[in-house]
T-cell receptor, first 117, second 110 residues
Framework: GAVVSQHPSWVICKSGTSVKIECRSLDFQATTMFWYRQFPKQSLMLMAT?????????EQGVEKDKFLINHASLTLSTLTVTSAHPEDSSFYICSARDTGTSSYEQYFGPGTRLTVT | GQSLEQPSEVTAVEGAIVQINCTYQ??????LSWYQQHDGGAPTFLSYNALDGLEETGRFSSFLSRSDSYGYLLLQELQMKDSASYFC???????????WGAGTKLIIKP
């Protein structure tokens, strides 16, 4: 089946630094990828929709200058958390849909646990 | 606004049948998806209903009624490995963007 990878799987950084998270579709192309964050025992909150070759679409309340998204190819999207603060600590998950099929399924990466100290 | 409501927790016995309900309020609606998530893991796709009716996939079935803005996930012959959180998610636009319910934690007792 379709596989989505995320790197790193976990990261600890100091307050004020920036962290880049990569999301790759390994065996399919994805014109669109989605970035979520999830707090413990809570639902997924959509942060932004990443579109290959164009600007990402951010959900209301998500700071686009803080969460930079780049979707430079059909298999890679990156999320950069700039000037991270402890409140940015969370589980970040990306998902992608296989552009080459009519399936509605979104394939999720394993997630990245970010801890800001 | 757009929202999906589902029970926070459901308890069932191994081997039994359980139904997890989901009601939604949206300004636009293309279909309803169900995902399973084990603790610490990523969500995995279970089903998608675009039309009214029942979709069956093995032990899992999903139902949608657009007129009632309601759907459910039915799990049969429950196994301990089915203990997880189950999310309903509404597809709201042609870009396949999903709006997620809060999730239902399914607890299975032997």
């Amino acid at each position: 089946g379709a596989v989505v990878s995320q790197h790193p799987s976990w990261v600890i950084c100091k307050s004020g630094t920036s962290v880049k998270i990569e999301c790759r579709s390994l065996d399919f192309q994805a014109t669109t990828m989605f970035w979520y964050r999830q707090f413990p025992k809570q639902s997924l909150m959509l942060m932004a929709t990443s579109n290959e070759g164009s600007k990402a679409t951010y959900e209301q309340g998500v700071e686009k200058d803080k969460f930079l998204i780049n979707h430079a190819s059909l298999t890679l999207s990156t999320l950069t958390v700039t000037s991270a603060h402890p409140e940015d600590s969370s589980f970040y998950i990306c998902s992608a849909r296989d552009t080459g099929t009519s399936s509605y399924e979104q394939y999720f990466g394993p997630g990245t646990r970010l801890t800001v100290t | 606004g757009q929202s999906l409501e589902q029970p926070s927790e459901v308890t069932a016995v191994e081997g039994a049948i359980v139904q997890i309900n989901c009601t939604y309020q949206t300004s636009g609606f293309y279909g309803l998806s169900w995902y399973q998530q084990h603790d610490g893991g990523a969500p995995t796709f279970l089903s998608y209903n675009a039309l009214d009716g029942l979709e069956e996939t093995g032990r899992f079935s999903s139902f949608l009624s657009r007129s009632d803005s309601y759907g459910y996930l039915l799990l049969q012959e429950l196994q301990m490995k089915d203990s997880a959180s189950y999310f309903c998610a509404g597809r709201m636009d042609s870009n396949y963007q999903l709006i997620w319910g809060a999730g239902t934690k399914l607890i299975i007792k032997p």
